[in-house]
């Protein structure tokens, strides 16, 4: 299949597709309002422990501003009748989401290189990588007018913005909390946050082309 094919237009309304999107957005909103507004209305050393001093303080701020952004505008790229109906948007939204993704980046290599334990730092300079190094190949591929690769890549980096909300899914809610220690969990899941969404995503990515691709005549 071509990458640069045209996309074919499509009025349909997919309910799992929409369903999915909200179930999205509404855990993303569950996250901002419990692990995030908290540093806007409690702006004190005892709140932000040790996020307070500088830099870290002003990281952490540009960091959990532009992700709030990120994440909340994120779904909105993969609404096809959004795509469809209202072009502008979709470019305006997706540019405001790319930008965002840089800033708040800048903000987390900036809260990595000052953190510990080394495992811990390590772990988060490999989600920052996942998440500059995706949205970096969605850019490169629209800019080269690549819809499909666009797409995917999109989808990939989004599931990398969403790895902070899958860490504290598997935190809170995973039965690990009672078998692992604090620091093992988050060793284990600052990883397992992004590489295991993005192992199911890839599949599903791949199983979408491979039905689409003709099989050659022997
Ligand atoms: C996916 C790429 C992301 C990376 C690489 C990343 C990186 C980081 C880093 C390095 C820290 C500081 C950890 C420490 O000093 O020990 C942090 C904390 C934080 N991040 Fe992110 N982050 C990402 C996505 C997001 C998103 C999309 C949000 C949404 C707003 C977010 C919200 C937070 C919050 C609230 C904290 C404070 C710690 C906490 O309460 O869990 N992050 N992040």
């Given at each position: 299949m071509s990458s640069t094919a045209a996309v074919s237009p499509d009025r349909s309304f997919h309910p799992i597709k929409a369903a999915a999107l909200a179930v999205v957005v509404l855990v993303a909103l569950g996250f901002v309002i419990k692990y995030v507004l908290h540093y806007y209305f409690n702006y004190n050393a005892g709140a932000f422990?040790?996020?307070?001093?500088q830099p870290r303080r002003s990281g952490i701020l540009l960091h959990i501003s532009a992700g709030t952004v990120a994440l909340l505008l994120g779904?909105?790229?993969?609404?096809r009748r959004l795509r469809q109906r209202h072009l502008q948007w979709h470019r305006v939204i997706g540019r405001s989401y790319l930008i965002a993704v840089l800033l708040a980046a800048t903000g987390a290599f900036l809260l990595a290189f000052t953190t510990r334990p080394w495992a811990w730092q390590f772990g988060l300079f490999g989600l920052a990588l996942a998440w500059v190094s995706t949205s970096g190949m969605a850019y490169y591929a629209i800019k080269r007018r690549q819809i499909q690769l666009h797409r995917e890549w999109m989808v990939r980096s989004y599931v990398v913005t969403f790895a902070f909300v899958t860490f504290r899914l598997f935190d809170d809610m995973g039965p690990t909390s009672h078998l692992m220690p604090e620091m093992d969990r988050a060793l284990t899941f600052i990883w397992a946050c992004w590489a295991l969404p993005l192992l199911v995503t890839e599949v599903v990515l791949q199983l979408r082309r491979m039905r689409h691709t003709h099989a050659p005549l022997r």
């Open positions: 422990a040790d996020f307070w001093p779904p909105w790229q993969f609404s």
